[in-house]
C-alpha cells in the first residue's frame, strides 16, 4: 500500500464517495466526494498526540467493537494514507486536539465536502464484501452470549496488533479460554439466508484454529461442519495437518448454543452424523464462521455503473468462462470479492488480471466497438414532439439513452451493446437496431413462410443462450421434428410483440419465443424486460383471434439442447392435433384483424426497401 501511495502515477482519493458516473469506455466522468476530515492533509504527520488528548472514546469500528477509538483518530496503525480524521458525530468542540498539534496547524473545523470531477479511461470495480451478522440466528445467541464471537472477531482478538496485543480472552471475564467450538457455514448454505458456499471459510477457521492450537498445546478445538472444503493448492495438506495437531472435526451443523449463567460457559447442541447421534460439548467459547455477503451499497454502485448482479447478489461478469474479470458495462471490470466470494490467492490473481484487461483499453487511441447498435429516427420519435414517453431509456439497461422533452432520444453508441430492447420496446417504431431491423426481419419471415406455413413453428432465438441450445441440440445428435424454423436476434429483448402477430398473419402453425435464462442474461436486464413483455401475449392472442395455444415462451440456455428438442418435440406434437382446416380458418380469420392492429408499423419509413409486406391470399388458399 504504501508503494501505491509513493507511485508518480498513483494518486490515492481516500476518505471519498463515488457520487456519479457517465460517459463510456474511455470516456468516463467520475464524481467523486471527498469529505472533510478537519485535518489537512499536507500539515498531518501521523504522530497522533491529536488522539492522545482527545476525551472522547466510542466503539472501534476497525477493532469490530471490541476496542475504543478517539472521536479523532485514523482506522488504524497501518492506514495509508495515515492521517487523521476528526468523527464530528461525536466530537465536543473541546479544541484540545487543536493545542496538542501546537505549530503544525493541521486542525480545520471549517473544512467543507470537496468535489471532484474525474476523466478516466476505465475503471476497476474492487469494493469487496460484508459480513453476514449472526444475530438473526437466535439459536446461535450471537449477540445474547458475550463469549459466541464471530471469526473477524477472533482475528482481533488474537492479532499481537488488537485490543487485546494478541492474548486471546473471553469478552465475558478477561479469562483465558481453554476451550473452543468453531461453527461452519453460518449464513451460508443455508436457503433462510445465503444458498451459496462462502469458499474460504473452512480454511480460516482450520487456520485460526492451528494458531491459537500452537499458542497453547493443551487448548481443546472443536469444529463443526457439513462439508470441509479444501480444494486449492496445499489446502487438503493443511487440513491434514490441523487433525494430526489434535483439533476435534464434527460432522453435522449446531441447533442450539445456551448458555450456563453462572460460568458462562457454552453449551453447544448438535447431531454427530458420523456417529448417527445428538451430542452436547461444554467450551469457554464459540467462533462464528459467518459469510460473506455483498456490500451493502452493492445495489446503489450497479445502478451508478450500470451493472448487472447474481442471485446471490454479487456483481455479475460478462461471461463466467471467456470473460471473467469483464463486466457487462464496457470499460468496467471487476476484481476480488466484489465479484462473488474467494481468498486471498483468487483476489490477487483476478486483480492482476483486472488491471491487465483495463490497461488494454488505456493502450488503444480508439476502441472498436460492435456495429450492432440502435439508431433513433428523429421524425418518427414523440419525444421530439414535446411528448413524455421515454420508455426506450427505461428498458436500456446500459443507460445509453436520454430523453428529453422537445427534443428526440438520444443514443450514445459507444454504451450501447445492441439488445434491441429499445427498438421492440418503442410504441411508435421510431428506434431500429442495425442488422436486425424490423424489415430484415419480416424479410425473413416472408422466406420462411413462403411455402406451407401452417405446417411450420417459427423459433425466436436469442443469440447467446436459446440460439446455441438449438446447436447444441444438433451437435449433440439430439431428434427433434424439422418442422421448426429459427431466427436469431441478440436478446430475446428484441423479440417484438409484431414480429410474432406478423409470423401468426402469415399463417405460421405455432410460434417459439426463447431467450436466456433471468440469471444468464448477456444484456443485464433483456431478459426480464422480454418477460414482462410477453406476459401480456396470451390475452393479445385472444383480442386477436388466435389460440393461445400456439405459442409458447421458454427460457433455454446454449447448454440445454435436450430442452430445445424437448420444447420443439411437444411444440409439433401440439401442432399435428390441431384440425388443419380449423386452423386455417382461424388464421383466415385472424388475418384482417391482425393486419389493422399492424397498420402503423408496416407504415413505418423504417420498414421500406426490403420485402413487399402485402400478404398475399392465396399463401393459405
Not at 143 to 172: D, F, H, Q, W
Not at 548 to 556: D, V
Not at 579 to 591: N, P, S, V
Amino acid at each position: 500500500m504504501v508503494d501505491a501511495a509513493r507511485h508518480p502515477q498513483v494518486e490515492i482519493i481516500s476518505y471519498a464517495e463515488v457520487d456519479r458516473v457517465d460517459g463510456y469506455i474511455g470516456n468516463f466522468r467520475v464524481q467523486v466526494t471527498k469529505k472533510p476530515r478537519y485535518v489537512k492533509m499536507d500539515l498531518c504527520t501521523g504522530c497522533g498526540e491529536c488522539a492522545a488528548v482527545c476525551p472522547i472514546e466510542v466503539p472501534n469500528d476497525f477493532e469490530l467493537g471490541l476496542a475504543p477509538r478517539k472521536a479523532i483518530d485514523v482506522p488504524h496503525g497501518q492506514s495509508v494514507p495515515l492521517i487523521y480524521a476528526i468523527d464530528m458525530d461525536h466530537c465536543i468542540h473541546c479544541y484540545q486536539c487543536v493545542t496538542a498539534c501546537g505549530k503544525r496547524d493541521a486542525i480545520d473545523f471549517g473544512m467543507e465536502p470537496e468535489v471532484l470531477d474525474l476523466e478516466v479511461g476505465s475503471i476497476i470495480m474492487a469494493t469487496g464484501f460484508d459480513n453476514f451478522d449472526p444475530t438473526v440466528i437466535p439459536e446461535y445467541g450471537f449477540g445474547r452470549y458475550p463469549n459466541v464471537i464471530t471469526a473477524m472477531e477472533m482475528e482481533r482478538l488474537a492479532n499481537s496488533a488488537g485490543p487485546t496485543v494478541g492474548k486471546l480472552m473471553r469478552p465475558s471475564d478477561g479469562r483465558v479460554p481453554k476451550s473452543l467450538a468453531i461453527i461452519q457455514c453460518v449464513g451460508s448454505r443455508d436457503k433462510r439466508f445465503n444458498e451459496y458456499c462462502s469458499g474460504f471459510c473452512c480454511m480460516y477457521a482450520i487456520k485460526n484454529a492451528m494458531l491459537l492450537k500452537q499458542a497453547d498445546h493443551e487448548m481443546d478445538i472443536s469444529i463443526y461442519y457439513m462439508d470441509i472444503r479444501t480444494p486449492s493448492k496445499g489446502y487438503e495438506e493443511f487440513y491434514n495437518r490441523a487433525r494430526e495437531m489434535g483439533i476435534r472435526f464434527i460432522h453435522g451443523r449446531p441447533s442450539q448454543i445456551s448458555q450456563d449463567p453462572e460460568t458462562h460457559n457454552l453449551i453447544v447442541l448438535a447431531e454427530d452424523q458420523e456417529i448417527g447421534e445428538v451430542i452436547e460439548l461444554e467450551t469457554d467459547m464459540v467462533m462464528l464462521s459467518a459469510a460473506a455477503i455483498p456490500r451493502l451499497d452493492t445495489d446503489e454502485m450497479a445502478s451508478k455503473l450500470a451493472l448487472s448482479r447474481s442471485p446471490s447478489g454479487f456483481f455479475m461478469e460478462y461471461h463466467p468462462k471467456l470473460r471473467p474479470v469483464d463486466s457487462p458495462t464496457d470499460g468496467v471490470f471487476l476484481a476480488g470479492a466484489a465479484q462473488g466470494p474467494k481468498d486471498i490467492p483468487a483476489s490477487v490473481a483476478q486483480g492482476s488480471a483486472a488491471a491487465s484487461r483495463a490497461a488494454r483499453v488505456l493502450s488503444q487511441d480508439t476502441w472498436e466497438i460492435e456495429p450492432v447498435i440502435a439508431s433513433v429516427n428523429a421524425e418518427l420519435c414523440i419525444s421530439a414532439q414535446g411528448k413524455k414517453c421515454g420508455l426506450c431509456a427505461k428498458a436500456c439497461p446500459y443507460g445509453a439513452i436520454t430523453v428529453e422533452v422537445g427534443q428526440p432520444a438520444v443514443i450514445t453508441a459507444a454504451k450501447c451493446h445492441g439488445c434491441g430492447g429499445c427498438a421492440a420496446e418503442c410504441p411508435h417504431n421510431a428506434i431500429t437496431q442495425d442488422h436486425f431491423t424490423d424489415a430484415q426481419m419480416v424479410a425473413q419471415l416472408d422466406a420462411l413462410l413462403a411455402d406451407k406455413p401452417e405446417e411450420k413453428i417459427i423459433a425466436f432465438m436469442c443469440h447467446w443462450c436459446s440460439y446455441g441450445g438449438a446447436d447444441n441440440a444438433g451437435t449433440s445428435h439430439f431428434e427433434y421434428p424439422a418442422s421448426s424454423r429459427g431466427l436469431r436476434v441478440m436478446c430475446s429483448a428484441r423479440m417484438d410483440e409484431d414480429f410474432v402477430l406478423e409470423a401468426f398473419r402469415r399463417g405460421a402453425g405455432m410460434v417459439l419465443v426463447s431467450g436466456c435464462h433471468p440469471q444468464d442474461c448477456h444484456y443485464i436486464t433483456g431478459q426480464q424486460v422480454a418477460a414482462k413483455r410477453f406476459s401480456r401475449m396470451e390475452r393479445l392472442l385472444q383480442r386477436v383471434g388466435i389460440n393461445p395455444e400456439r405459442f409458447r415462451l421458454e427460457w433455454i440456455s446454449a447448454a440445454e439442447g435436450d430442452k430445445y428438442a424437448r420444447v420443439i418435440t411437444e411444440m409439433d406434437a401440439k401442432l399435428k392435433s390441431f384440425d388443419r382446416e380449423a386452423l386455417l380458418a382461424e388464421t383466415l380469420a385472424a388475418r384482417p384483424i391482425i393486419g389493422k392492429r399492424l397498420a402503423r408499423w408496416k407504415a413505418s419509413p423504417l420498414m421500406a426497401g426490403l420485402v413487399p409486406l402485402e400478404a398475399t391470399e392465396e399463401v393459405l388458399a
